[in-house]
């Protein structure tokens, strides 16, 4: 069908300021405002075996978004709604396509906190969060966006609606096929509504910066915290050297750093208070009593102090912003394995592409270390050399994965094979075309084998 052909078709189910061309024009980009409408979107597009692609918040990392080809985009910016609001489970129904930062608004003021939190918070979708089962800052206390999930709703490629709204906490009849949906990155439905799991927000926290001369040093630290605060450690990340320094200056704009910039390391770990117990100032410095080898620190406790630090941390999109091009990476494996992986890394890219700038941050205590590698598009095929060197040293290390948070997209798939056998690639394969028989919804998103 031509896109002619294929716009009244949409403009009858959504109305026709709802169909809007795509940015570069040639495509067109639908905004369904309910479940039915998604619905009517899909069925058509199946119908008619027009490839579709959803689009959140467009903030993900691995190109799952990209629009090519005849291709519509159907986009969940109008499901953004709270639907309904439990206290008493503390469970909260919302569209997809509302942003993270609202439902931690809506929290707020039923206060209430939720678990899911990350930089992107204030452009991406619940939707999206769910479709890439997103992760952050606090996936040590909270768990990834699946641990954050009671229900969802989503629609078929075929139109059908899947609906298990009703949050119960137990419910082990059959599969527990909303699990599917979470990490799918659009390929098995249109994730439009979900339950989202709330709970009481920290009485008072406290972050504290630290400087540390070695990655040995840092997980001795972690080992710390984790013992002393116990449930009360919401959050622990880690910055190497340049990416403190850069992104601090960038993020907090010439203001002066917490610490100075000269150390090797940084971690940056939140702690909150124990209610009627200790304070979480209190706690977090009774942990780190008697450590003697951490040169430097600074503490937080308000709430301006702490979102500067947080800047810090949360400043990646500035070092993007200061590149031509900045390749963006997201590996997991066993944190004792980060020192001499990152020092892989970084021997492998001074030998083959010295040119090149490379930031070094992540989840501590999750094993999730992100590379942003920057280069000035001078060098021929330097996106091939520094993904050699990512992986070429990854792929000695297990259990290890190309991609811990950001999923699979256009931009990993042919690195899969890396990370997953040719059994488990063949299971995604054969769950996909139970779902979506046509193959139209993301097909840019492909789950392939080495041998493929
Ligand atoms: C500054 C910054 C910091 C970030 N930090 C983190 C981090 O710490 N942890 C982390 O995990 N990620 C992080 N990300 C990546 C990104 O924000 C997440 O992947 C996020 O979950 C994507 O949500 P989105 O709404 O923007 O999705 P999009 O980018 O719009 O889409 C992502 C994928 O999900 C699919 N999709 C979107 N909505 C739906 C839906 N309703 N139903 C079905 N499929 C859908 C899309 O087709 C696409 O394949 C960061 C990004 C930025 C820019």
Not at 23 to 49: I, K, M, Q, W
Not at 154 to 166: I, M, Y
Not at 310 to 333: K, N, Q
Not at 390 to 409: K, R
């Amino acid at each position: 069908m031509t896109i002619e052909e294929i716009r009244p078709a949409l403009e009858a189910i959504v109305g026709a300021a709802h169909v809007l061309s795509s940015p570069d024009g040639p495509r067109l980009v639908v905004r369904p405002g309910t479940t039915d409408e998604v619905s009517g979107c899909l069925a058509f597009a199946n119908r008619h075996s027009i490839p579709v692609v959803t689009l959140g918040g467009l903030t993900g990392l691995v190109r799952g978004t990209e629009l090519f080809g005849n291709v519509v985009g159907i986009s969940t910016e109008r499901l953004n709604g709270v639907l309904d609001f439990d206290p008493l489970r503390r469970q909260v129904t919302v569209g997809a396509g509302i942003k993270l930062e609202e439902v931690h608004r809506f929290a707020e003021r039923h206060d209430l906190r939720y678990g899911v939190n990350f930089g992107a918070r204030g452009s991406c979708s619940i939707g999206g969060n769910i479709a890439t089962n997103a992760g952050g800052n606090s996936v040590l206390r909270f768990g990834m966006t699946r641990a954050n999930i009671a229900g969802l709703e989503a629609v078929l490629a075929d139109g059908r609606v899947l609906s298990d709204l009703g949050g119960l906490v137990k419910n082990n009849t059959g599969y527990d096929l909303k699990q599917l949906f979470i990490g799918s990155e659009g390929s098995l439905g249109i994730i439009t509504k979900a339950v989202l799991k709330l709970s009481r927000p920290s009485v008072d926290t406290a972050s504290v910066l630290l400087a540390l001369d070695s990655l040995d040093d840092a997980l001795a630290v972690m080992s710390v915290l984790e013992l002393k605060c116990g449930v009360s450690l919401l959050a622990m990340e880690i910055m190497w050297n340049r990416y403190f320094k850069t992104a601090g200056a960038l993020a907090l704009r010439g203001s002066p750093l917490p610490l100075a910039d000269h150390h090797p390391l940084y971690i940056l770990a939140q702690v909150e208070g124990a209610g009627n117990g200790p304070s979480a100032e209190d706690l977090v410095l009774g942990a780190l009593e008697g450590i003697d080898f951490i040169p430097d620190s600074a503490l937080a406790s308000s709430q301006a102090q702490q979102e500067a630090f947080w800047s810090i941390r949360d400043g990646s999109e500035y070092i993007e912003a200061s590149h031509p091009t900045v390749l963006s990476f997201d590996v997991s494996m066993r944190p004792q394995d980060y020192s001499t992986y990152v020092a892989g890394v970084e021997d492998a890219l001074s030998r083959r592409l010295p040119e090149a700038i490379s930031y070094y941050f992540g989840h501590l205590a999750d094993g999730n270390v992100h590379f942003m590698i920057a280069h000035d598009n001078s060098i021929d095929h330097a996106d091939e050399i520094i993904e050699a060197c990512v992986y070429e040293t990854l792929s000695v290390y297990w259990p290890s994965s190309v991609s811990a948070e950001h999923g699979i997209g256009l931009e990993k798939a042919e690195h899969l094979w890396r990370s997953r056998s040719e059994e488990e690639i063949a299971v995604m394969n054969a769950v996909r075309k139970t779902f979506d028989p046509n193959g139209i919804l993301n097909p840019h998103i492909q789950y392939r084998s080495r041998l493929d």
